[in-house]
């Protein structure tokens, strides 16, 4: 006699949520920090164009200004859509990553039309906004920080919740016929 076994393993995932608006998004923390942080870069923008100084470190602040800008809008219209939760990837990290990233950018902006503020009282004006920015991104990175902390906890809302392994064995016994 011989025995064959026959193992069959399904796995059932719940379906992640539908991309469609989130209207509490925008009135949540991260939605209304993200929406200062774009507020921010256009003032910081604008301040920054109404002199020509790009010689003199101006044009990395107008560098600094417009791609967080469109990085941080680009942030918001997927949260608040809810894009992330259909795409593969650690999300919460690379977000985390972006912020960290912009921190930098944002002091070494910061620092530059600080020090260029006596030429002009609307590189002063543009000092005071990427100061606001810097606090405003650092406040967004450590919610990024504690979202990425959840994520790699078993039950975090990012986490596996939802996965459902079956595996089921099935033992024949079958007899060889001569």
């Not at 025995?3 to 923390?29: F, I, L």
């Not at 990085?71 to 990837?89: D, E, K, M, Q």
């Not at 990553?97 to 609307?122: D, E, G, K």
Request: proline share 7%; with cysteine.
């Amino acid at each position: 006699m011989e025995t064959k076994a026959y193992e069959h393993t399904t796995e059932t995932r719940a379906d992640p949520p539908p991309m469609k608006p989130q209207p509490g998004y925008p009135k949540s923390v991260p939605g209304i920090l993200k929406i200062a942080e774009v507020i921010l870069c256009i003032l910081v923008l604008i301040c920054a164009s109404v002199v020509y100084w790009n010689h003199y470190g101006g044009g990395w602040v107008h560098f600094v200004g417009a791609s967080a800008l469109v990085i941080t809008a680009i942030l918001f219209i997927f949260h608040f859509l809810n894009v992330f939760s259909r795409l593969p990837g650690p999300w919460p990290f690379i977000e985390f990553m972006f912020y960290c990233v912009y921190c930098l950018f944002w002091t070494i902006a910061a620092i530059v039309a600080a020090f260029r503020a006596p030429l002009h009282s609307a590189i002063g004006a543009t000092a005071f906004f990427t100061f606001v920015a810097l606090a405003l991104y650092l406040v967004d990175a450590y919610f990024m920080y504690r979202a990425w902390k959840t994520f790699h906890q078993p039950s975090g809302a990012y986490g596996g919740a939802g996965v459902t392994t079956t595996t089921t064995t099935t033992t024949y016994e079958t007899r060889t016929q001569y």
